[in-house]
């Protein structure tokens, strides 16, 4: 009969720590007990092989230990013990865990056992017991640290040369000493932990188990719910968590969803938790992203055969521009590409690579994409590069208007590679630091205010608007006003009466990109990875297809109901879109209130508006119908292609049962999918950008013969005679903007790496004088470059001069 004590150091001395290696209890019955420690019960047998365990003892023994009844604390009180000491082999090489699917896990004996042991806790880690993987160990330590209060975690291990780990220790959260003494820290230097040694059929068991603690224990579930251990989220809810942040959902709203989804009384997830998952997910998708983002571009050209992706890479293999446009966008672009917006605001990505998006309107009044390109810097010739090969893809096509803000390297790429479309700017950009600029004559003189937006914005006459915008000026005595020079000196390029001749779909701003960027922001989270990027990218265009399909089933599954009864009225929803249609009947509606005063001297109706108080306005319309077209001096078919409320009124007049068939651009009916985007007009087939093109050059030649003082008109073939004149000047004229070679996306070499990360700065120190000296140097830059943002003009930005004979070309 020996003790435990006695046995225990016979044990070590004989055949080492290791001897408790493989411990096996059996009851007289021979069933297998597989928990560490004696039971209530019957007189067992336990045989425990000996090992040479870690300590490299060498050996084996079998013990046979006679218990009596009781039962004591820890292991057994009375043992008799043979030996006949064995060498065992253990497993130096193998899979991470054993395989067992039939055998009964140690949460499932501890649990079983639970009953005979009233004073100890459930999962209480006894030596010797076994396991068939390490997570399960862990599991069942963990589940022990919660009932006892402490956390855990995972301290020293140990792989040999097959890269196979032997042993393993879990221990107290509070194991160790924090390297600042000064910080504060939880450590305090407990030794409570377990040994965990590998067996030759790949399972582990506990080899040292140390349960006593020099610091306190946590009482409570809300304490216990502090330890990291105690903290950790299961996969689904992590996969969960990866699908919330995927979609733009903020941390915090996570935190908010988490915690609603655990019900009234559960325990929310802790927001540093959460964080942390957060912070790895985020490190996960930066890791290998340019081969992440190929491998997306690849799949997406195997679902789309006409997508096209252009890349610049420099000498290194890093990534410096990309461009790519799905066969959607080319199509789209095809039908709807006369005018389009481009900016290139956002920059919400990991890269802070400005993104630049080619944006216009579908015949439903929606914003489409025509495609995206990633920049490094905005300088002239990447807005080349961009330009040049976004016209490439598009076989060569370019469009008719294109407006985007102030930058002058990007009026400068267009000037070189967009040379026959029409450059505007944004009125917003232009018109958004009045503000500022004029102070106290804005903000206080209401009279001025609501002077100077009625003149920007609903006058359509250049030489009213002109003689106005002198009388403004002069009448707030704000002539010297440099902020008022500079924006008149350019009022070609913003202002509506030099926009109503040049066909922009209704745009005077980039309202189209801005919107696409805001509704963008609601995809992509920030500093998202390229490849997530890409790929939010693509559902953002996915939703906008989404939205166009919904609104082609209203237009052919909603009928509208006519409210003014007039034929044209019914002619117009049959061949425009629910969209047009609507803004239409608006222009209807309002025809009503003009009168027609007579007819002109070149036979075009006089109309003059009918106030609700009886009076009529000063302000004359002159309208033109010349039988499949009509004309108007206002501008707005022009702009828009659509007929104005006094084309209307004249078309009620005349008792016209149908829309004439050359002011209908194929761009705004019902089926342009269906169609080739051609409409009859003018007695031969057009397109709605040829359609618009031929207006333009008429108009101009209407407004040459009025400069020349020729009062006559002209009919169709005098007007091609002097188009085709018009054609070979504009000719001569784009040949003298020099040709410049733009080297083309267009190669087999693919990008090896991603652009460096942009370095974020800290926030700058504001307390100190140097600091306050440095914040005003940079609000005077600042300045300075507004008042040098539009200082850069191009040739077609020229309004007024002081010459008396002016070129063709200059003539707005």
Not at 301 to 324: C, F, N, Q, S, T
Request: hydrophobic share 30%.
């Amino acid at each position: 009969m020996f003790d435990t004590a006695s046995t225990a150091a016979v044990l070590a001395a004989t055949c080492g720590e290791g001897a408790w290696a493989d411990e096996t209890f059996r009851r007289d019955s021979g069933e297998v007990d597989g928990f560490g420690g004696r039971l209530n019960g019957p007189p067992m047998v336990v045989g425990i092989e000996g090992d040479t365990g870690e300590q490299g003892g060498i050996g084996s023994s079998t013990v046979t230990m006679q218990a009596t009844g009781g039962a004591p604390a820890g292991r057994n009180e009375r043992l008799t013990t043979s030996y006949d000491c064995k060498k065992r082999k253990r497993g130096m090489s193998g899979p991470d865990a054993k395989i067992a699917p039939t055998e009964e896990s140690a949460l499932s004996r501890a649990i079983k056992s639970s009953i005979d042991r009233k004073s100890e806790a459930i999962f209480f880690p006894y030596e010797g017991t076994r396991f068939n993987s390490f997570e399960e160990a862990k599991e069942f330590y963990n589940l022990y640290s919660w009932e006892v209060g402490f956390g855990i975690r995972t301290s020293r291990g140990r792989t040999n040369s097959n890269s196979y780990t032997t042993k393993k220790d879990l221990c107290c959260s509070c194991e160790g000493m924090s390297r600042n003494p000064k910080a504060a820290s939880c450590r305090t230097g407990c030794k409570a932990m377990i040994r965990l040694l590998r067996l030759k059929d790949h399972s582990w068991y506990i080899s040292r188990s140390i349960t006593e603690h020099n610091h306190s224990l946590s009482a409570t579930c809300g304490e216990k719910k502090q330890w990291l251990s105690h903290s950790e989220i299961d996969p689904l809810t992590k996969d969960f968590i990866r699908k919330l942040r995927e979609n733009n959902v903020t941390t915090g709203r996570v935190c908010n969803i988490l915690g609603t989804s655990r019900g009234v009384g559960g325990f929310p997830v802790r927001r540093e938790v959460i964080r942390s998952v957060c912070a790895r997910l985020a490190q996960h998708n930066i890791e290998d992203d340019i081969s992440k983002t190929l491998t997306l571009l690849d799949k997406m050209k195997v679902d789309d055969p006409m997508m096209v992706v252009r890349y610049k890479v420099d000498e290194g293999g890093r990534i410096v521009h990309m461009l790519w446009c799905t066969g959607k966008n080319q199509q789209n672009y095809d039908r709807f590409g006369d005018a389009m917006t481009f900016d290139t605001t956002y920059r919400t990505n990991l890269y802070n690579m400005p993104f630049g998006l080619f944006v216009r309107v579908n015949n439903h009044f929606q914003s489409v994409v025509f495609g995206g390109v990633l920049l490094t810097s905005e300088k002239t010739e990447d807005f080349e590069w961009a330009f040049a090969n976004f016209k490439d893809i598009m076989k060569g096509k370019e469009p008719m208007t294109i407006l985007t803000d102030q930058c002058q390297a990007m009026a400068a790429a267009i000037k070189t590679t967009l040379q026959t479309s029409r450059h505007r700017w944004c009125k917003w950009h232009v018109l958004r630091k009045a503000k500022q600029w004029l102070g106290n004559v804005y903000t206080k003189n209401t009279g001025f205010k609501s002077e100077f937006n009625k003149l920007v914005t609903e006058e359509v006459s250049i030489i009213k608007f002109e003689r106005r915008w002198r009388q403004l000026v002069r009448k707030y005595g704000v002539e010297k006003n440099k902020y008022l020079k500079r924006i008149y000196k350019h009022r070609g390029m913003w202002a509506r009466p030099y926009f109503m001749h040049v066909f922009c779909a209704g745009m005077t701003s980039t309202q189209r990109s801005e919107s696409a960027n805001h509704m963008l922001k609601g995809f992509i989270q920030r500093s998202a990875p390229m490849h997530i990027f890409v790929s939010k990218f693509n559902e953002f265009q996915n939703d906008r297809i989404a939205q166009e399909e919904k609104e082609i089933h209203v237009t052919k599954q909603m009928k509208r109901k006519r409210r003014i009864g007039v034929p044209i009225e019914r002619h117009a929803e049959e061949i425009y879109t629910r969209a047009m249609y609507d803004r239409l009947y608006n222009e209807l509606y309002h025809a009503g209130s003009y009168l027609i005063k007579g007819r002109g001297a070149d036979e075009a109706y006089i109309l003059v508006h009918y106030k609700e108080d009886g009076a009529t306005d000063e302000k004359l319309f002159l309208v033109k119908d010349s039988g499949n077209f009509i004309s108007c001096s206002c501008g707005l078919y022009n702009h828009v292609g659509m007929l104005c409320r006094h084309a209307l009124k004249v078309l009620m007049h005349l008792d016209r049962t149908e829309l004439p068939s050359g002011n209908i651009l194929a761009r705004w009916r019902r089926d342009v999918a269906c169609e080739t985007g051609h409409v009859s007009g003018q007695g031969v087939e057009t397109s709605s950008l040829e359609s618009a093109t031929y207006i333009q050059k008429k108009l101009m030649v209407r407004r040459v013969l009025a400069k020349a003082g020729v009062e006559r008109t002209l009919d169709e073939s005098g007007y091609k005679e002097a188009m085709d004149a018009l054609d070979k000047i504009i000719s001569v004229r784009t040949t003298r903007v020099e040709e410049k070679k733009i080297e083309l996306g267009e190669t087999s070499e693919k990008p090896t790496s991603c652009p460096k990360r942009a370095v974020k700065k800290g926030r700058r120190q504001n307390t100190s004088l140097k600091s306050y000296k440095a914040s005003l140097k940079e609000q005077n830059k600042r300045k300075k470059y507004e008042e040098d943002e539009i200082s850069s003009t191009s040739d077609n930005e020229q309004v007024t001069g002081t010459r008396k004979t002016k070129a063709l070309w200059e003539i707005e």
